[in-house]
Structures are given as structure tokens and as C-alpha cells.
């Protein structure tokens, strides 16, 4: 099972190396003070085109030759000062993408941490119950994972986590919101989706981690994931409530005999409320 690259539209850029003069400078700013720095630097600058333009003057190449050399000088110091400027620059955003990206990025599967993941839903899930619009919740877990590990190592077992993770994006929408839950679960946020849609969602990605095609070491390995569907109704005043009903409902799923999709009572009022896959 080779490693591949996936890109997730969430994920962001990689850090810069830290230029090697930053830790130096900021060692001279913590001693000297900021505006202390920059005039010693300001100081030395121009200290070092007088010192030049002096010892033109004094010799015989005249004022023109002078004002010339001290002009270049300038300029070389303007454009050193500029390319530190902006090197700075790129390393203070580049810093700030990386703060970004590991307080609310998996490292291991590139999909959203669970913290970060509460902190988003839980705005889109106020908005959805504010305004009364249809929104949906799923959890998904490895089936057998554990086996996965005490067969083929955990280097297998996290690779295997990668391509589920991968392939459950590719079936989803822009707008939906995918989080790694802990261990070997998943959870998926489905905004202005009602239950037929939610069920239909995760029939899908039940769907497309069956066709994985794997192999480690020359070894072919078969994933399977389990799903519990919830969809928002009046009863639930809390997010912890939806979670705790896809949870219920991913439980059913794995007594049932695990590679299927199941959703809690009352999902669809009059209708059955499961998928029967069972292989």
C-alpha cells in the first residue's frame, strides 16, 4: 500500500526553514530594545557610506566618483534591508499557517482534529436549529481495526486511516465537514441535508471504502467501515445530543454485524431507518 499524497481543501501550506539570521536578530532586539537596533543598524548604514564617500573625496577621483559610490551603497543597503524585510514577512506567515494547521489539523489523515471540528459545528449546528434548516451527523468507525494493527503493524494501521480518510472526501460536498473523532473514527457533518440525503451519503462512503483496493508488504487487505446516521429534529437542544443518537445508531450498526449503515428511531417518522449491507 504505497503512501500517497492527498489534498484536502482544508489543509494548508508547509513552514518555511527559519532563516538563519532570525535567531541572531532576535537575540540583539530581547538585549537592545527594538528602537535601540534599528538605529545601531541606521547608525552603522550610513557610518559605512560617509566612511566610504570620505576616502573617495580624499583622493583623486573626485566629487562625482564619490557621490556615485555613496549613492550605490545606499541602494545596496536599501535593497539588503528590503530582502530582510520581506523574508520576515514570509516567515511570520509562514509561521502563522503552521499555528493554524496543527490547532486544527489531524497530522496523521489531514482531516480536521476533533476539537477544532466541535468549534466549527457548533456554529453551523446553532445557525441550522436558529433558522430551521436541515442538517445531519455521521459517525463512522474502522471494523476491525485492531486486527489491522496485530497483523500488519500500526504503520499499516495508520496508512490504512490515511486512504479511509481520503476516500471518505472524495464523496463528499465542499460544504460537509470532516473530522478524525478518535482512533478509528470518523465524523462527518452534513449541513441542509435531510435523512434520505444523510443515509444516501453514507451508503456512499460505506460504499467507496469497500472498493479499496490495499495491499501491504505484498499482502492484499480488505477495510470495512460501519456508519450511525442522526439528523437534526426539535428534540435535540444540545450538539452533544446529535452526537450521542449517531453514536447509539453507530452502535446498531456494529451489533448488526458491522459493515453497514444504520440510523437511530425516528430518523424517518413511518419509514425503516436502516440499510441492510451486510456481506
Given at each position: 500500500?504505497?503512501?500517497?499524497?492527498?489534498?484536502?481543501?482544508?489543509?494548508?501550506?508547509?513552514?518555511?526553514?527559519?532563516?538563519?539570521?532570525?535567531?541572531?536578530?532576535?537575540?540583539?532586539?530581547?538585549?537592545?530594545?527594538?528602537?535601540?537596533?534599528?538605529?545601531?543598524?541606521c547608525a552603522g548604514a550610513l557610518l559605512l557610506c560617509l566612511g566610504l564617500?570620505?576616502?573617495?573625496?580624499?583622493?583623486?577621483?573626485?566629487?562625482?566618483?564619490?557621490?556615485?559610490?555613496?549613492?550605490?551603497?545606499?541602494?545596496?543597503?536599501?535593497?539588503?534591508?528590503?530582502?530582510?524585510?520581506?523574508?520576515?514577512?514570509?516567515?511570520?506567515?509562514?509561521?502563522?499557517?503552521?499555528?493554524?494547521?496543527?490547532?486544527?489539523?489531524?497530522?496523521?489523515?489531514?482531516?480536521?482534529?476533533?476539537?477544532?471540528?466541535l468549534e466549527l459545528v457548533e456554529r453551523e449546528w446553532s445557525r441550522a436549529r436558529r433558522y430551521d434548516m436541515s442538517c445531519a451527523l455521521l459517525l463512522m468507525d474502522v471494523d476491525h481495526f485492531k486486527r489491522v494493527n496485530e497483523r500488519f503493524g500500526h504503520r499499516c494501521g495508520d496508512q490504512v486511516l490515511r486512504e479511509i480518510a481520503a476516500a471518505?472526501?472524495?464523496?463528499?460536498?465542499?460544504?460537509?465537514?470532516?473530522?478524525?473523532?478518535?482512533?478509528?473514527?470518523?465524523i462527518v457533518?452534513?449541513?441542509?441535508?435531510?435523512?434520505?440525503g444523510?443515509?444516501?451519503?453514507?451508503?456512499?462512503?460505506?460504499?467507496?471504502?469497500?472498493?479499496?483496493?490495499?495491499?501491504?508488504n505484498g499482502a492484499e487487505l480488505r477495510v470495512s467501515v460501519s456508519l450511525g446516521v442522526a439528523a437534526l429534529h426539535p428534540e435535540h437542544l444540545t450538539l452533544d445530543q446529535l452526537i450521542h443518537d449517531a453514536d447509539d445508531a453507530l452502535a446498531v450498526a456494529k451489533s448488526a454485524g458491522r459493515n453497514c449503515v444504520r440510523a437511530g428511531a425516528g430518523l424517518l417518522p413511518g419509514k425503516p431507518s436502516m440499510m441492510n449491507n451486510n456481506n
Open positions: 500500500m504505497a503512501a500517497r499524497s492527498t489534498h484536502f481543501p482544508f489543509m494548508l501550506f508547509n513552514e518555511i526553514d527559519t532563516p538563519r539570521w532570525l535567531p541572531l536578530l532576535g537575540q540583539w532586539i530581547q538585549r537592545l530594545g527594538l528602537l535601540r537596533t534599528w538605529a545601531l543598524l564617500a570620505g576616502l573617495l573625496l580624499a583622493g583623486p577621483t573626485g566629487h562625482l566618483t564619490a557621490a556615485l559610490v555613496a549613492s550605490g551603497m545606499a541602494a545596496a543597503c536599501a535593497a539588503l534591508c528590503g530582502y530582510l524585510l520581506l523574508r520576515l514577512v514570509q516567515h511570520i506567515d509562514s509561521t502563522q499557517r503552521g499555528v493554524l494547521r496543527h490547532a486544527t489539523e489531524d497530522p496523521l489523515t489531514g482531516t480536521l482534529n476533533r476539537r477544532y471540528f471518505s472526501v472524495e464523496t463528499l460536498r465542499h460544504a460537509d465537514v470532516l473530522a478524525r473523532f478518535g482512533g478509528e473514527e470518523f457533518f452534513l449541513p441542509h441535508t435531510d435523512p434520505l444523510a443515509l444516501d451519503v453514507a451508503e456512499r462512503m460505506r460504499e467507496r471504502v469497500e472498493a479499496l483496493q490495499l495491499a501491504w
